[in-house]
């Protein structure tokens, strides 16, 4: 229990936030705000304070908060080292993914040939799973962003143009392929900004000197995967991000258009471990060090 009342103490601190660092921790907001309080009448000490609406970590915090970092890495190292000791063929790999649909196969395969170690992946957005990454939480990431963290290992796993998923009904999908000056005339959906996928789309559409009828933003592939079926609008995928549906089509561009890539990351310092070395060598067949 104390070690948790100081990684949540920790979170609040990094994050500025209580909210923020339940949602980190997957804890309620009041069950932080108990530990936090906890501490704090144990020890008799203030480690927060109020301050123009915002939480401000006390001198007491400062004073703590690089040996409760210290110990929440020694607590991860060790969980670590129990994960990878002993057998390959047993564990717990875990990986975070921006869209999972580069390493699916690479997993499939790494499960046939190691059935006993099980398999934890986690979504979320390219802040997110590098954070998770740099932090210990995830064993390897993907995502479409480049990152030149010399801490990092980095493989390119491929790349694919975007491509337009539309609605089998659409206007749009008598055609084979589309000219970017159509989405004019559409309404189109976005993923939101910071997004890899949205940053291509726009570059895509500022060069052709387009601009949507209008936008629809969600924050979710799968949601706007939905919003599509639906016949709300159209989108802009990753061409291997758009999987298959009966009232879908997916369109490729005629002209050339900004190509997304996908990379695999660990941390230099952990990539000969046995799992994470494991897992590389079954993508190295199909990736590049980049």
């Given at each position: 229990m104390f070690v948790i009342q100081l990684k949540s103490f920790f979170m609040v601190a990094?994050?500025?936030s209580i909210t923020l660092a339940a949602k980190h921790l997957g804890l309620s907001q009041p069950t932080v705000t108990t530990q936090i309080r906890a501490l704090e009448e144990?020890?008799?000490i203030e480690l927060f304070r109020r301050q123009g609406g915002r939480l401000v970590v006390s001198d007491d915090g400062v004073r703590l908060l690089p040996m409760v970092e210290a110990l929440l890495q020694q607590e991860s190292?060790?969980?670590f080292a129990l994960r990878n000791a002993g057998d390959v063929n047993q564990g717990q790999l875990r990986l975070g993914t921006t869209a999972p649909y580069y390493i699916l196969?690479?997993?499939k395969r790494f499960?046939?040939?190691?059935?006993r170690v099980d398999v934890v992946i986690t979504l979320g957005n390219s802040r997110q799973t590098g954070e998770a990454l740099r932090e210990f939480r995830v064993d390897l990431a993907t995502t479409s962003h480049k990152d030149a963290d010399a801490r990092l290992l980095r493989l390119h796993l491929g790349a694919d143009p975007l491509a337009l998923v539309l609605h089998r009904t659409h206007p749009l999908a008598r055609?084979?392929?589309?000219?970017?000056?159509?989405l004019a005339g559409c309404q189109l959906i976005m993923r939101e900004l910071g997004s890899m996928t949205r940053t291509k789309t726009e570059e895509m559409l500022t060069t052709a000197g387009v601009t949507p009828q209008r936008t629809l933003e969600i924050t979710s592939r799968e949601a706007i995967r939905e919003a599509v079926i639906r016949n709300m609008g159209v989108s802009v995928f990753a061409r291997h991000e758009a999987s298959a549906h009966p009232d879908l089509m997916v369109l490729p561009f005629e002209e050339e258009v900004p190509m997304i890539d996908e990379y695999l990351y660990c941390l230099q310092e952990r990539?000969?471990?046995?799992?994470?070395a494991a897992f590389l060598k079954e993508c190295r067949p199909l990736a590049s060090v980049d």
């Open positions: 990094r994050l500025g144990h020890y008799g190292n060790v969980e196969d690479i997993v499960q046939d040939r190691y059935p055609q084979r392929s589309v000219r970017v000056s159509q990539q000969n471990t046995r799992l994470i």
